[in-house]
C-alpha cells in the first residue's frame, strides 16, 4: 500500500460529478467490507476443512495477501472521503449501504454455512469472481479516461490477486472427488449474478459516460459464463463482452 502514490487522485476526485463519486464511494465500500468477510472464511472454514499441504501453503499466502489489500482500501477511503459521517458511513457499509448489506450477508451465510465443502468454494468462487467484478470493471473504467492512477494502479495490482484466488479455486473444486451436480453450480452463480447487478444499479444510478446499469449488468454475466466453464459447466447468458477495454485484465 506504501507504493501507492495518491497524490493526483486527490485533485482528480475534485474533478469528478456526484455521480461518479457516489458510484466509486460504494465500489470501496464494498471492498472495504469484503476483504474482511474472505479474511474470516480462510482462518475460519477454508483451513480447518483442507488438509493438502500446498492447498494449505496457498490460504496462508492468500490471507496476507487480503490483509493488504484491506489496508489500500482504508487508505483510499481515508484519502478521499473527507466528511466524517460520510466516511463512517462507508467504512460501516454493511450497517449503512443495503445494497453492500446484501452481498456481504449472503457471502457471510456461506461462512455459517453446514453444506459441504464443494458447495461453499463454489459460493467463495463467486464471491471473488463475481462479486468483485463489477467493482473492478468501474475503477478500469477510471483508468481508460486517464483518471485517479493511484486508484487505478492498486486496482490493477488487486484484480491480478484475486483472479490467482478465484482459479485456485476453480482448480481445487476440479480435485474433489464428489464434486456439485452442475445444476447446483449453475443456481449458486445465478443468486450471485442477481446480487450483483442490484450492487451495480443501485451504485450507478444513472448513466455515465461510457458505463451504464445495463452494459454493467451484461459484463456480470459475461463474467458469470467464463466461471461456470471453469467450474466444468456449461454457460447460462451466452453473451459478449460489452467492454472491450476490459478484454486484457487479468480478473475478467
Known amino acids: ?13 475534485a474533478t469528478l460529478t456526484d455521480s461518479e463519486k457516489h458510484f466509486i464511494s460504494h465500489v470501496l465500500a464494498f471492498f472495504a467490507t469484503s476483504d474482511g468477510i474472505v479474511l ?14 500446498e492447498a494449505r501453503a496457498f490460504y496462508g499466502f492468500q490471507i496476507a495477501i487480503e490483509n493488504i489489500h484491506s489496508e489500500m482500501y482504508s487508505l483510499l477511503l ?30 457471510l451465510s456461506w461462512i455459517n454455512s453446514s453444506t459441504s465443502f464443494a458447495e461453499r468454494l463454489v459460493g467463495f468462487a463467486c464471491v471473488e469472481g463475481i462479486f468483485f467484478s463489477g467493482s473492478f470493471c468501474a475503477i478500469f473504467w477510471l483508468k481508460k479516461r486517464g ?3 493511484g486508484l487505478t494502479f492498486s486496482n490493477e495490482l488487486i484484480s491480478r490477486d484475486e483472479g ?6 476453480c482448480m481445487l473444486y476440479s ?34 459516460i461510457g458505463m451504464n446499469a445495463t452494459l454493467m449488468s451484461q459484463y456480470i454475466k ?31
Not at 1 to 13: G, I, P, T
Not at 44 to 52: E, P
Not at 164 to 169: I, R, S, T, W
Open 1 to 13: 500500500a506504501e507504493e501507492v502514490d495518491l497524490s493526483c487522485d486527490v485533485q482528480h476526485w
Open 40 to 53: 474470516e472464511n480462510l482462518a475460519a472454514r477454508f483451513l480447518n476443512d483442507v488438509q493438502i499441504p
Open 78 to 107: 481515508e484519502t478521499y472521503i473527507k466528511d466524517a459521517r460520510e466516511k463512517h458511513k462507508l467504512f460501516n457499509a454493511i450497517d449503512n449501504l443495503p445494497c453492500v448489506a446484501r452481498k456481504a450477508e449472503w457471502a
Open 147 to 149: 483518471l485517479m492512477p
Open 164 to 169: 490467482l484466488h478465484c482459479d485456485f479455486a
Open 175 to 208: 480435485l474433489l472427488l464428489r464434486p456439485l451436480d452442475s445444476e447446483r453450480v449453475r443456481n449458486i452463480v445465478h443468486e450471485a449474478v442477481e446480487i450483483e447487478t442490484e450492487f451495480v444499479c443501485d451504485a450507478l444510478p444513472c448513466a455515465l
Open 222 to 252: 459475461f463474467v458469470a459464463d467464463r466461471l461456470l466453464v471453469s467450474l466444468g459447466c456449461t454457460k447460462i447468458y451466452n453473451v459478449e463482452n460489452p467492454f472491450d477495454w476490459m478484454e486484457f485484465i487479468s480478473l475478467q
